[in-house]
């Protein structure tokens, strides 16, 4: 892929007007904008010519995109004007992106109904979304500015404006469509949205507007995403400041480099209520991280309600680490927080651990341990102890069961069966397991996800290994995928977000090594692992083990500012890593996390343009050496 150029290109795609069947811009059917319209707009111009440079470069955005094309002389301002026009394609992302930006620039931003001229529908190609002035209030029979070339096959989402700014808009709507003509090699929707694929967009910033387009909603998103990155800092905070609105001028073309981008959140060894999951779902959309793996069972507690098995959720799901309360989540709360994430285009990978780790479900059914005697309830953070009878078959009639019942309740592809530090359980047994246990899975129609201890099972279709060793050398690793698995790359000296950032760090573990920014930042997903190549990396995540981390704001403080440095890894071409560039955009993001009352640990790596208190956290017992 390219790299990022630091000036405009010389040469590029043809603008609309000079494509082959293309009316110039000034030739497009439309009504004729009235004086005071005119008017109105000169002197929007005039002022803009006068304020000075966007505070945000258009290369700022993390992760760091795939080509950027600055133009300083095309500096966008949102004004009090500014309105949302969307057809139906995009219109959820068209809605998203104005409840991002209302609460701090207090503009209404209306986003209103705006089919494509020609009547294509999204099954036609691109998603479109622009910005720029308010429409008038009798729009014409045909307005330019919905879709700016009227010729175009497509426009399935958008938002726009009209009115004083038609030709304005139009001039945006033009560079957007002529892009994606050039970044698909060819001409029309259909190649673009080839080119750009189930993820990427390209974004283009005018003096008139600012355009986005797509051939998903997900590419969309992640284009409205990096457009709320290019607006100042306090576009993140709840209330209106009085601010210059203004987006950098230029084009980004962007689509990640890994299919598989995500983030583990551990709500067995404490619980999280809703609330808290949807909140770092957010966190992980901000940054185009596209899955949040729920580690749901273990040792110290259960938290999923399992209708077959109901006191799975009543019984091991009332403890925790530390003795406290505990807790689980209803169907209809896991319902939520499937449907909450996949609104942000992030899918939810359930885990349900087995054979170990699973006291808590020998707890409420004594019936599926080896010796049919309950265990006592199980609060602090020893691993490897439990494991479920493998020699009875009602063990098994439970796995299927449960897996059935997590299976219907997710729509994405993917079912974690966990498989790791079973260490009580003979290597024949534990293999016989697995293999038995993946297809109870596989007859649910999942995709089999396991922590990397599952290679040397037998393999089943589509199998993916979750990869947390710290060696990157992994014969046995290596050997599953020849035969036909895909990995998860979560290496625990790099990317368990459980670690400290240093000796010092209040909450955390240090069994992997210490983990500051730079040592999560910089290493390769595609070459980590020895005899691994590049294709066969479906992508990484970050997991974060909860045995030290018990609120909203210590789960925060261990994410930021390490997650973004792993989202730049799963989206990123390799070609941009940079830390130092890297570093200096980073920092930028510590007023937004402010703004936003997101807790960050203020990393001495990264050159903060504002101090930040690292928040009082309690210190934990954090002698367990494994998650």
Do not use: C
């Not at 609105?245 to 480099?257: E, H, M």
């Not at 789960?555 to 989202?567: S, T």
């Amino acid at each position: 892929m390219p790299t990022i150029p630091t000036t405009p290109a010389e040469s590029g795609p043809e603008p609309l007007d000079r494509l082959p069947g293309r009316e110039p811009l000034d030739r497009l059917p439309g009504r004729q904008p009235a004086a005071a319209e005119l008017a109105r707009t000169a002197a929007r111009r005039a002022g803009d010519l006068l304020a000075p440079p966007a505070p945000v470069r258009l290369g700022d955005v993390v992760p760091a995109p795939e080509q950027v094309l600055p133009d300083p002389a095309a500096d966008f301002t949102l004004s009090p004007g500014t309105a949302i026009r969307v057809s139906a394609g995009g219109r959820d992302v068209a809605v998203q992106l104005a409840e991002w930006l209302r609460p701090a620039t207090g503009f209404p931003l209306p986003v209103a109904d705006s089919p494509a001229a020609d009547g294509s529908s999204a099954a036609d190609g691109l998603l479109v979304l622009t910005l720029s002035e308010t429409a008038p209030a009798d729009p014409p029979s045909v307005d330019a500015t919905a879709s700016v070339d009227a010729a175009a096959p497509v426009e399935v989402a958008g938002v726009a404006g009209a009115g004083g700014a038609a030709g304005a808009a139009g001039a945006a709507g033009a560079a957007g469509a002529a892009g994606a003509a050039g970044a698909a090699g060819g001409d029309g929707a259909a190649g673009a949205a080839s080119e750009l694929g189930d993820e990427g967009y390209r974004l283009d910033v005018t003096a008139s507007g600012v355009r986005i387009i797509a051939a998903t909603a997900a590419g969309l998103f992640h284009g409205a995403q990096t457009l709320r990155q290019l607006l100042p800092a306090a576009i993140d905070g709840t209330a209106p400041v009085t601010e210059r609105w203004a987006v950098p001028g230029g084009s980004i073309v962007d689509r990640p480099r890994f299919p598989y981008r995500g983030a583990m959140l551990d709500v067995a060894r404490h619980f999280f209520p809703v609330e808290d999951v949807l909140r770092v779902v957010d966190h992980l959309a901000r940054y185009k991280l596209n899955h949040l793996h729920l580690h749901l069972t273990d040792d110290q507690g259960w938290r999923i309600a399992v209708d077959s098995w109901p006191r799975l959720a009543e019984v091991g799901g009332a403890t925790e680490v530390g003795g406290g309360p505990g807790g689980y989540y209803t169907q209809a709360d896991y319902r939520r927080i499937v449907a909450y994430a996949a609104r942000r285009h992030v899918t939810v990978v359930p885990e349900i651990d087995l054979p170990g780790h699973t006291n808590a479900a020998l707890v409420a059914y004594p019936e599926l341990t080896p010796g049919k005697v309950a265990p006592p309830p199980y609060t602090g953070t020893e691993v490897g102890f439990s494991y479920v009878d493998p020699a009875d078959e009602r063990t098994y009639a439970f796995v299927a069961d449960v897996v059935g019942e997590v299976a219907a309740l997710t729509p994405g592809p993917w079912l974690h069966l966990g498989g790791d530090e079973a260490f009580k359980v003979p290597a024949d047994t534990y293999r016989a397991f697995v293999e038995r246990a993946q297809t109870l899975v596989a007859a649910t129609g999942k995709t089999v996800v396991g922590w990397h201890q599952l290679a040397p099972a037998g393999h089943v279709d589509g199998r993916v290994l979750q990869w947390w060793g710290t060696n990157g050398d992994d014969p046995e690793t290596a050997e599953a995928v020849r035969r036909g698995a895909r990995l998860i790359l979560s290496p625990g000296n790099r990317v368990y977000l459980d670690m400290k950032y240093a000796a010092d760090t209040p909450i955390g573990h240090d069994w992997a090594g210490l983990i500051d920014v730079r040592r999560a930042y910089d290493w390769d997903p595609g070459t980590h692992l020895t005899g691994v190549p590049a294709e066969a990396v479906l992508g990484v995540e970050a997991p974060l083990w909860t045995e030290s981390v018990t609120t909203l704001a210590e789960v925060e403080f261990m994410l930021f500012p390490r997650l973004p440095a792993v989202a730049e890894l799963g989206w990123s071409p390799r070609s941009t890593h940079d830390w130092a560039g890297f570093r200096e955009r980073l920092a930028a993001h510590g007023p937004r996390w402010a703004a936003a009352g997101i807790t960050f640990h203020p990393s001495p790596d990264v050159p903060w343009p504002t101090p930040a208190a690292v928040p009082t956290q309690p210190t934990r017992d954090t002698t367990a050496d494994t998650h």
